[in-house]
């Protein structure tokens, strides 16, 4: 079995790609929006219609939560209550787009999921680093925590 990585490696790894100013600020704003839209996806997956019938506030969303929430707390207690904060808000923001905009939440997500990652892409063109979808997949879950251990070093919280 492969040794668990901690939440500095992790961060060590994903921070190795942040040498200029310009990309730190497209992955402030691109990788939650990444983060939020694979959220967003899992979403839209539909739910039979005998659960909803017997459970009608399920939604795939909250299994997501749960794992990564764990995975989360796995890393550090603090970068797990952290990132329950921000899915948190994910999910109301699915509610609220459910309430009032006129596209389906898949839609929303494929749309701001497509504008982040040619974000993401023109900051590694501006880094000169290669762009690689598949090798950065898992960072899109370890991007918004990222951001968060950083926050939380602004304010002297340790992770």
């Known amino acids: 079995m492969p040794e668990k990585k901690s939440a500095e490696t992790w961060f060590t790894a994903f921070g190795a790609a942040h040498r200029y100013r310009s990309h730190d600020v497209i992955h402030w704003i691109a990788a939650p929006v990444s983060f939020a839209s694979l959220l967003g996806f899992v979403w839209a997956i539909p739910v039979p219609e005998a659960w909803r019938e017997s459970v009608p506030w399920f939604n795939w969303m909250l299994v997501a939560l749960l794992l990564a929430t764990a995975f989360y707390a796995s890393l550090s207690p603090a970068l797990g209550a952290g990132m329950t904060f921000i899915m948190s808000i994910c999910y109301s923001a699915f509610v609220l787009i459910e ?44 991007g918004p925590a990222w951001l968060v251990g950083r926050l939380y070093q602004k304010i002297g919280q340790r992770y």
């Open 99 to 142: 309430l009032f905009v006129p596209w389906p939440v898949w839609q929303v997500s494929l749309a701001a999921f497509a504008a982040a990652q040619l974000a993401l892409l023109i900051g590694d063109i501006i880094n000169a680093r290669k762009f690689s979808f598949l090798a950065k997949l898992i960072f899109l879950f370890i």
